[in-house]
Structures are given as structure tokens and as C-alpha cells.
């Protein structure tokens, strides 16, 4: 969905000095039928996942919700042990690693997704790296609110779902972008501002980091 | 009469129209947002909050282990004390048994004060369909009253009415003008209800808890009513859930210190008392009955099942504060009774899944109404267990188990999964008039999908 943004993770660890492998056998976790409820075909899906990834090397994914999903739920839905598996910004910050600075004199709001904030407990690497980079932090307004994706609730309730984004953009007025860490939250976030505020870039952070907030 | 089932479509139908009221959004947006501040401000004056939580809910659980045996000693020790206990397998157990007392007490106006179980069993309509006259004394759920609505919020009943609609409604009880100030209408409000406290033959309040060990209910207010219902009438009645029970006093203090705190910021509510039994030989005040309706109404079948963990709500409402699907889409969209988690929890639960079938998918599972939990009910894990359920009851649509099914065969294959994002780029122009991709689309564009994907480029 946002290839652009892998490969600014790659570029970010390569960076970094990581030796980054890509299993290219690799599929979705399982995450949108398991948030849906049904269990059977998370559970196919989880299993494709682990035929991917072993558990020799740890695992880095910029997405909070996916790291979430498998550091959470998947070694209880199809009876593994733990995966070792990072979320991008945690990885990075856990080691050390430098980022350019890209970011200078931009003022960025970062938004957390829900489930990187509260099933990962990752906040503070990513703002941190983003400051890393030269940004100055626009806190959002209520930062703990959600953004209104939650996968099919975004289709299930789409009024309700839009009236969450346009919140969340309407905090955001004032940044020279919106920045997050998850590709749920960023597919709404940008579908919403295509709409109503195009001039809001809404960025991935592997992005911000690596090329930096456009100019 | 009160029914907690509700269509699949109510949620969806009433948020449209929440959303669609700007004043009524603003106040949803400003009181939650007010009552989330008190009560984060509230629990850092704790010295461990965290401590706190876990020892409740170890209490919580510990007594909804040993119900029956809690149970039966609170009962000895109303019925030591002279009252009775009245326990209720169904709602409509609970509504005759309520009736049944105001009729043996010659009962023609029955006085209220705030309960959501009486919301939950449809006391009202049972009790005027009786011929008795019956009146909210608690301010916000006189304005519901007056207005011919529901709670909308279960500490807040009245979350969105504003004042000069608050004036429209006592001007027709008052057949005089009402000037839409709040002082003004706190005198109004004070007036018209004190002729009700004062003539009521039966009072009516819930039970945040019940002490078994000493027969005693415990009422948990801001505004006085409850005092005065529970001595003035010559008949009490509490509708208590059953799983409400505390065994000691030790252990109910441990509750209040998280309940007011949770629900309003208060350390303690204005009235926080606790009622044992009818008036005793020689005291002039307290009602000559005094009777504990006991609700079941589908509790006792939750003990043994994943769910138990949320017969530990003590009802403040702290994941309703915090919801961000509440604040937008109103209370009325859960259904008449309970909403916010608690309710999308609590309502599929009592009224059984296939009644509230929307409820489990009002959620974007973003976990705040987990962290706000006083109690720590785990409710976006219930939620998502409820999701499951759906699925695996078949109450979730032949279509989407179909569309989910043909999916993770597609995606759980590398070659398939590689040939389904390839499909996608070409199939992206026609996602628009299909199903979510409609639905997505009425607010949202649709991410372009690149020419090269990450693995084309390696």
C-alpha cells in the first residue's frame, strides 16, 4: 500500500548499519480478519506469516498496529512462541541509530496510533526521532484520541470514522505535516485530507525521516 | 417499555443524526472532555492509582466468584434488619415485583432517583401502565423525563440538553415562563420536585453497592434525592444488579475511593450514604418498608463465561469519557440504556448477541475505555471476543464470513498474495461502487496503489 515508505525503512536501518533481509515469501499478519472476528481466517493468514519470518532474526515493521498484532495476538491465535518483532522507531531508538537531519526549521505533528500507543507503549521514540531529524513537535490536541480507521470499523461506520479524522486533521493546523507511524492510520488520515485539507501532507515516519518533510 | 435490543441499523441511522446536531456535538465533545480531566486529575492525587485499580478489581472478581454466597448473606442481613429481598431472574420479574410492592403500599405517585438498572428493566412504563404517577428526581434524568428521552450518558442522563431547552421543558410543568439561567433553573427544578419528595408514597433509587455483611445498600449521588427518597415515602425500593454486592465495609471503601473519583474527579461525591432497613422501633425517620429488588436479568449466566470480568463495572461511566466513537456519535446510538464501551460490552451480553448485533463493531478497538477502567475490564479484548462470537454464531452476514474466507486464502499464499496486490492496481479504478469501498469513498479518497511495489524494486 505504501511501498515508498518500506523502502524509506530500509533506507533508514541501512543507514543505520542493519543488514536488512526481505523474506520475499512474506504476507499480511492476519490483523484485519482478527480485529473483524473471525478467527479461522486470521488464523490461515498468521500462519502464512510465520512461514515467512523465523524466529533467527528480529523482526522490524513500520507499522504499530501490525507489530502490535504479532507481538499481541498471533503466538496465542496459532500457538507459537514470541516473536521478536520491533516497531520501525522503537528499533531505531533502541539502538542509538542517527538520522539525518531532513527536518529542519519544520514544525511536524506526530499522531500515535492506538494500538502502537497503548498495546506497544511506544510513544516517545518516535518524537524523539523526529526531533532527531530537525523537526520542532507540534503536539496535537488530545493525542490520545483515535483517528477513526479501526479497519472495518472505518467501512462499518464511515460518518462516525470521518468525523474522527476531521478532528484529527483539525489538530494538526499550524504543522508543516502530519506524521504517524502506522499505515492504518496514515490510509485515513490522507484519504480524509485528499479531501478537505490537500495542503496537509500526511507522511509516514519512515518517510519524514529519510527524505524529509517536503519543502 | 424499555428493551435492550436494538436493530442493526440504530447505530449507524442515530450517530448520522448526532453528528448532524452542532450544539448537541459541542456539549458531547466539552462534558466528556471535562469529566476525563477531573478524573485523570483526580487519580493523581491518589498515591498509587495503579495499586488501587488492581486491588478493586481483585475484589470485583473475588465476590462475582462467590455470588450465591454474598448474596445470601446480604439477605439475612436485610431481612435481620426487617426489609426484604426480592430476587429476579428476568426484567420482567423485576417490573412486577416493583409494581406489586407500589400496589400492596396503596402507591398513586412513586418518586425516583437516578438508576440505570430501572432503565435496564423499563420500570417507568410498568409502573404507568398501572395507573401510578411516576417522577425522576434526579435533575438530569427529570430533564430525560420531561423531554420523553433516555439517558444518554450514565452518570451525565442528560449530556446534551442545553439550558434554554432545559427552560422550554419546566415552562411546561411550571405553565409560567422560566428564564434560562441555571440558578433560576436549579430553583424551578428544586421547587417542582420537593411536592413530589414530599407526597411520593413509594421511593425508587438504584444501588452502586450492597454490603452483605451488613444488609445495607450504598447510594452514590450529587444531589440530595436519594436522602430524602429513602426516608421520606412510607415504601423504599432499591433495584440493585446482582452482582453489585460488596462483602464488607473495608471493601466498599476501597470502591468509593475509585467510583467518584472515576466517574465525576470528585474524591467523594456530595452524598455518598449508605441505607440499612426500614425505621427501627422509636425512629421517626425512614420508611416503614423497606424491599431490595435483586436484577439478574442474564448476569448469573455471564459467571462462568470469558465475560465475567465485566460483571465488575461499577458504572462510572470513565470509558465513556474517553471513547472517541461516543463523543461523536452520542449516546442514543448504543441503544436506550447503557452506552460507550460499557454499553457496546454490556448490552450484547444481557440482551444476547444476536439483539445487538452492531454493538460488538461500534469501536475502533482503540483501547482508551481499557486504560480508563477504574476496575481494569479488559473492554476492547471483550469487544473483539464478542466480534468472534458474531462470527462464529453466525450472526455476522454469510457475505462478509464468504469475503473473509476467499481473503485469507488469497493473502496466506506468497504467490496469490503477490498476484492479489497486482490485480488490486488494475481493479482500483472500480473500488469506489463496490460495498466498503463505497463507503469508504463517501469521506475519504483511496490511497493510489504505486506501479512498483516494494518487491518489484529490490
Known amino acids: ?215 | 417499555m424499555t428493551d435492550l435490543a436494538q436493530p442493526p441499523d440504530r447505530f449507524r441511522e442515530e450517530a448520522r443524526a448526532q453528528l448532524a446536531d452542532e450544539r448537541g456535538s459541542a456539549a458531547y465533545d466539552g462534558v466528556t472532555q471535562r469529566l476525563r480531566t477531573g478524573r485523570l486529575a483526580a487519580w493523581d492525587e491518589l498515591p498509587d492509582v495503579e495499586k488501587l485499580r488492581e486491588r478493586a478489581y481483585e475484589i470485583r472478581m473475588r465476590t462475582i466468584d462467590d455470588l450465591d454466597r454474598h448474596l445470601s448473606a446480604f439477605r439475612d442481613q436485610v431481612e435481620a434488619r426487617g426489609g426484604q429481598v426480592h430476587v429476579c431472574g428476568t426484567a420482567e420479574e423485576a417490573r412486577a415485583a416493583v409494581v406489586q410492592i407500589a400496589q400492596a403500599a396503596g402507591a398513586t405517585l412513586v418518586a425516583k432517583s437516578k438508576s440505570m438498572a430501572s432503565e435496564e428493566i423499563g420500570l417507568n412504563g410498568a409502573l404507568e401502565a398501572e395507573g401510578m404517577q411516576v417522577v425522576e428526581t434526579d435533575l438530569g434524568e427529570y430533564i430525560v423525563q420531561l423531554a420523553g428521552g433516555h439517558p444518554e450518558h450514565i452518570i451525565v442522563p442528560a449530556i446534551r440538553q442545553t439550558a434554554p431547552e432545559v427552560a422550554k421543558l419546566f415552562e411546561q410543568v411550571e405553565g409560567a415562563p422560566v428564564s434560562p439561567e441555571l440558578q433560576e433553573l436549579g430553583n424551578v427544578a428544586r421547587r417542582q420536585l420537593a411536592e413530589v419528595l414530599r407526597t411520593a408514597d413509594v421511593g425508587v433509587t438504584g444501588a452502586n453497592f450492597a454490603v452483605s455483611e451488613t444488609g445495607s445498600i450504598c447510594l452514590v449521588t450529587n444531589e440530595g434525592n436519594a436522602g430524602l427518597l429513602t426516608s421520606v415515602p412510607r415504601v423504599h425500593v432499591a433495584l440493585l444488579g446482582l452482582e453489585r454486592l460488596v462483602p464488607t465495609l473495608d471493601e466498599l471503601a476501597v470502591l468509593l475511593q475509585l467510583l467518584a473519583r472515576s466517574a465525576t474527579g470528585q474524591r467523594l461525591t456530595a452524598y455518598t450514604r449508605l441505607v440499612s432497613g426500614p425505621a427501627g422501633p422509636g425512629e421517626t425517620d425512614g420508611p416503614e418498608e423497606f424491599h431490595v429488588v435483586v436484577i439478574d436479568n442474564g448476569r448469573s449466566r455471564l459467571r462462568e463465561t470469558r465475560y465475567r470480568e465485566m460483571l465488575a463495572c461499577i458504572r462510572c461511566g470513565a470509558c465513556i469519557n474517553v471513547c472517541p466513537v461516543y463523543r461523536k456519535s452520542g449516546g442514543s446510538a448504543y441503544g436506550p440504556v447503557y452506552s460507550g464501551p460499557m454499553g457496546a460490552v454490556l448490552v450484547p451480553l444481557l440482551a444476547r448477541l444476536e439483539h445487538a448485533p452492531s454493538l460488538p463493531h461500534a469501536s475502533s478497538l482503540c483501547g482508551a475505555c481499557t486504560e480508563a477502567c477504574p476496575v481494569k475490564i479488559p473492554l476492547h479484548e471483550l469487544l473483539l471476543e464478542l466480534r468472534k462470537d458474531l462470527v462464529e454464531e453466525r450472526v455476522t452476514s454469510g457475505r462478509e464470513r464468504l469475503a473473509f474466507v476467499l481473503w485469507s486464502f488469497v493473502w496466506s499464499r506468497p504467490l496469490l498474495y503477490r498476484l492479489s496486490t497486482t490485480l488490486a492496481r488494475f481493479g482500483q479504478r472500480f473500488a469506489p461502487h463496490v460495498g466498503p469501498g463505497r463507503a469508504w469513498t463517501s469521506g475519504r479518497a483511496l490511497v493510489p496503489l504505486a506501479r512498483r511495489r516494494f518487491r518489484d524494486r529490490r
Open chain 1, 1 to 215: 500500500m505504501f511501498p515508498d515508505a518500506v523502502a524509506d525503512a530500509e533506507s533508514l536501518l541501512s543507514e543505520a548499519g542493519f543488514e536488512v533481509e526481505f523474506p520475499r515469501a512474506q504476507v499480511c499478519c492476519g490483523q484485519p480478519a482478527f480485529n473483524a472476528g473471525h478467527r479461522t481466517a486470521a488464523r490461515r493468514v498468521a500462519r502464512g506469516f510465520a512461514r515467512a519470518f523465523g524466529h533467527e532474526l528480529p523482526i522490524v515493521c513500520p507499522s504499530g498496529s501490525c507489530a502490535a498484532m504479532v507481538a499481541q495476538h498471533l503466538p496465542a491465535l496459532i500457538e507459537r512462541p514470541p516473536f521478536e518483532i520491533w516497531e520501525l522507531s522503537a528499533f531505531l531508538a533502541a539502538h542509538d541509530s542517527p538520522v539525518p537531519k531532513r527536518n529542519v526549521g519544520r514544525r511536524l505533528a506526530y499522531h500515535d496510533s492506538c494500538h502502537m500507543l497503548r498495546e506497544l507503549g511506544v510513544a516517545d521514540p518516535p518524537r524523539k526521532l523526529l526531533e532527531a531529524s530537525g523537526g520542532t513537535l507540534v503536539e496535537l490536541v488530545r493525542p490520545d484520541l483515535c483517528c477513526g480507521f479501526g479497519g472495518t470499523f472505518s467501512v462499518r461506520q464511515p460518518e462516525v470514522s470521518v468525523a474522527l479524522a476531521d478532528d484529527k486533521l483539525a489538530a494538526a493546523t499550524g504543522a508543516d505535516a502530519l506524521v504517524t507511524a502506522d499505515p492504518g492510520c496514515l490510509f485515513q488520515l490522507w484519504g480524509r485530507a485528499a479531501r478537505t485539507a490537500p495542503s496537509l501532507p500526511v507522511l509516514h515516519l519512515a518517510t519524514a525521516l529519510a527524505r524529509g518533510v517536503g519543502t
